[in-house]
């Protein structure tokens, strides 16, 4: 079984605030998670696809 990362070990992996992983937490953007109980927790094969996710070649190309 994978080690699930937290939400603050998500954030400063993305070089981002907790409060942004929050919010994109309820817009549905960000990486894929998982809720156990109230707990919030994020598989790192999902961290990492949202990150592959964001690859761009140049700045004018459209996100897919």
Do not use: H
């Amino acid at each position: 079984m994978t080690a699930l990362k937290s939400v603050e070990e998500t954030a400063q992996t993305l070089g981002v605030a907790k409060a942004t992983l929050d919010g994109w937490r309820v817009k549905g953007m960000g990486p894929q998670f998982v809720r156990l109980g109230r707990r919030v927790a994020y598989r790192p094969e999902d961290i990492e696809a949202f990150i592959n996710g964001g690859l761009r070649k140049s700045t004018s190309q459209e996100v897919a």
